[in-house]
């Protein structure tokens, strides 16, 4: 694995490259949010797949589908976050659970952790945030 580098907005930042495509799973019920996460994500190069909320994300893993990345919005109609990440995590997924959510208080933050996840950042991602979390992906 090595590194390169990417200019964005005149800022220089690092990112992964592979010799297989990090699949990411990006959960999330807002269509705007999605798009922009999507966009950060297809730029350092991973292969990036949508769902709208926690039922899908199950869903895709008892038919079969694994991701390396699953980045999970935490409030989202029919399953949120903490729900999936529990199944997930109860059916013995190992991919990487990401939170990514709009609140910011540390209560509601550690009740999302303590679901399982691995990570939680507020939005919406950017290139730093992504950064860290694929370089915590690729050292695991």
């Known amino acids: 694995m090595g590194f390169g580098n990417v200019t964005s907005t005149s800022k220089t930042i690092k990112t992964i490259y592979t010799e297989k495509k990090i699949s990411v799973l990006i959960v999330e019920d807002d269509l705007l949010i999605q798009k922009i996460h999507k966009v950060i994500m297809t730029k350092f190069r991973t292969e ?34 903490i729900e999936a990440t529990k199944q997930l995590r109860s059916m013995g997924v190992t991919s990487m659970i990401v939170g990514v959510t709009s609140h910011n208080q540390d209560s509601e933050i550690q009740a999302f952790m303590k679901s399982g996840l691995n990570a939680c950042y507020v939005k919406p ?5 992504v950064t860290a979390v694929l370089n915590e992906l690729k050292n695991n």
């Open 125 to 129: 991602l950017n290139a730093e945030k």
């Open 48 to 81: 990036v797949q949508l769902a709208a909320n926690g039922k899908e994300v199950v869903d895709l893993f008892l038919s079969g589908a694994s991701f390396d990345l699953i980045l999970t919005d935490l409030e989202m109609p029919i399953m949120d976050g």
